[in-house]
């Protein structure tokens, strides 16, 4: 297997299929279709010249107004959700790039930067650790994810960045509840497991700091 | 359409919305981030909307000039 070299860190390709992933092609058919349609566009405008609307006009308007963009839309949204889940989309605003600094650091030996070196979780790291279990969490991480742009954007916040609420145990117990070596701890003596359970003894007690402590500083937006 | 019909400028703003909202989709697909993300949830997608309402208008509008609707 190739090996691939990135700086001073030697980096092992991760597989890859062929003929890509779902993501691959929703994103290449997203583009494709939304740059269809801008030609569709073009085509309507011109057919749109006359004085009358012909039924060329309105077959191209039909096609470039109604249903292509229903396609582009759908493509969009499933592309967008997605990414925007992604460590890269979460390091896209500047207040977020010491903790990604700090994730991406195979030195570091916080808990966001162990879990992330080791692939304790594949991919969305942020978002897996910071979104709760199930559509509902799903819902909840993406509306308080709005608040987060619309602060960002407005410069309505303060630093440090601090987590809004305490971190539930529910998000660690969702991967570590069921594993043998959490169970078998023994710093998980069977009778701490109904106080973490109902997060009376927080994980983030022991285990922590999940991020690194951040300097006070002058907002620099 | 008939001159009685819809005036092909309302169409041509259904155009160029559909327009905006392809380059927010594009934008979306090759650069995505959460304000992106965003502009088009809350942007875009409105302005197709409003899009499809017009041309609904005009088809709307058309057949009843010509007593159809």
């Known amino acids: ?221 | 359409m008939s001159p009685r019909g819809v005036p092909a400028r309302v169409l041509r703003l259904a155009i160029v919305l559909t327009l905006v909202f392809n380059v927010l989709a594009l934008l979306v697909m090759v650069h995505t981030t959460p304000i992106v993300f965003t502009l088009f949830m809350f942007g875009a997608q409105p302005l197709f909307v409003i899009a499809v309402v017009l041309l609904i208008g005009a088809v709307v509008a058309d057949l009843r000039a010509k007593d159809l609707f």
């Open chain 1, 1 to 221: 297997m190739p090996v691939a070299v990135a700086g001073a860190e030697v980096a092992v390709p991760r597989p890859h299929g062929w003929i890509g992933t779902a993501s691959d092609w929703v994103r290449g058919l997203g583009i494709a279709f939304a740059l269809l349609d801008a030609v569709l566009l073009v085509l309507a405008w011109r057919s749109l010249r006359s004085s009358a609307v012909t039924p060329t006009a309105r077959g191209w308007l039909l096609v470039s107004v109604g249903l292509v963009p229903i396609m582009v839309a759908f493509l969009s949204f499933s592309h967008g959700l997605e990414a925007s889940t992604t460590v890269n989309a979460c390091g896209s605003c500047h207040v977020m790039t010491p903790f990604v600094q700090d994730l991406r650091n195979v030195q570091s030996t916080t808990l966001a930067a162990t879990h992330y070196k080791n692939r304790f979780i594949p991919e969305s790291q942020c978002y897996t650790c910071h979104s709760d279990y199930g559509l509902a969490g799903t819902f909840k991480a993406k509306v308080e994810g709005l608040g987060h742009v619309w602060r960002y954007t407005t410069g309505r916040y303060e630093l440090p960045i601090k987590i809004a609420s305490p971190f539930p145990n529910v998000r660690c117990l969702s991967c570590h509840a069921e594993s043998q070596r959490f169970l078998n701890a023994a710093g998980h003596p069977k009778d701490v497991l109904p106080s973490l359970v109902d997060g009376t003894l927080p994980c983030i007690g022991c285990h922590g700091p999940a991020h690194p402590e951040q300097k006070k500083e002058a907002r620099a937006r």
